[in-house]
């Protein structure tokens, strides 16, 4: 009796595990789905910048000097902010400790404790958001942290890795330079015949609209970044809630297999003891 009200008690506490597995998986396919809505805003805003910063190429010229031969690069690196995420964690340190920057910032608790626990030192950690309102203040706060270093001459180049879904709740792995951009790629086309009116100096109007396409590339990174983590995290709280299941399923046989094995017990001592009361005109079946 007393080894099944043992599989009953474990029984109980795995229906209750269950049901907080089954909330955080709710949980983190909701995070995920606003993720992927504000990822689209996000890329159309990234676009639009990208547009203003041809026009700003066309009427500036060359632009701004090129970087130096020599690069000093830096690497940001968007990861956790919380656990039970799988392998993603350990899947974004892995490739931050291939780059070997001589700067790393990170973003994210979670993914920078991995970072640190892998023997990787760091220059800078920030909490990433949780939900996708908090996206843009975390993507200014990295914008104001980049421009004090870069105003310091700590770096000339920044890479950033950050996770990217796809095919549904897949993710993976990305890098990609932020800075300086690319503007080699915005510089086709032709000064249009009526230009766009502007009341700042053409270079510094320039430099404006290449702090915001960091910005948005920033902002961008950030929504892959939260999607991807809690990608991660609904594929890890549905394998343990595959598991509990099973173990559930397993817990219900033996909890059967013993209450047979007390019914026939229970049986036989009624056999037994009509055989005591009433000698041999009882007979076993």
Request: net charge negative.
């Amino acid at each position: 009796m007393e080894r099944l009200g043992t599989i009953r008690a474990r029984i109980d506490s795995a229906a209750q595990l269950q049901d907080v597995v089954a909330a955080m998986r709710s949980l983190a396919a909701l995070r995920m789905q606003q993720a992927a809505e504000i990822r689209g805003g996000a890329r159309r805003y990234a676009d639009i910048v990208a547009a203003a910063l041809k026009q700003a190429l066309l009427l500036a010229g060359d632009g701004p000097s090129a970087p130096p031969l020599r690069p000093r690069r830096a690497l940001l690196v968007f990861s956790a902010e919380h656990g039970f995420v799988g392998g993603y964690a350990e899947a974004v340190t892995e490739a931050a400790r291939a780059a070997a920057p001589a700067v790393m910032l990170a973003v994210g608790n979670r993914g920078a404790q991995s970072l640190i626990d892998a023997g990787q030192s760091l220059d800078w950690v920030l909490p990433m958001a949780s939900h996708a309102g908090g996206l843009p203040d975390v993507a200014r706060r990295i914008a104001d942290e980049l421009a004090s270093r870069l105003a310091a001459d700590e770096f000339t180049h920044l890479d950033v890795i950050h996770g990217q879904v796809e095919d549904g709740a897949r993710w993976r792995i990305v890098r990609q330079a932020l800075f300086p951009p690319d503007l080699g790629r915005f510089r086709n086309g032709s000064v249009a015949d009526d230009p766009p009116i502007h009341h700042l100096p053409a270079p510094e109007l320039l430099a404006r609209i290449v702090e915001e396409h960091v910005l948005a590339d920033l902002v961008l990174a950030a929504t892959e970044s939260l999607a991807a983590e809690n990608a991660a995290r609904l594929e890890a709280m549905t394998a343990a809630g595959d598991n509990i299941q099973r173990k559930l399923d397993d817990l219900g046989n033996q909890e059967r297999i013993l209450r047979q094995e007390q019914i026939t017990e229970e049986l036989l001592d009624v056999i037994n003891g009509a055989e005591l009361l009433f000698g041999t005109s009882a007979r076993r079946p």
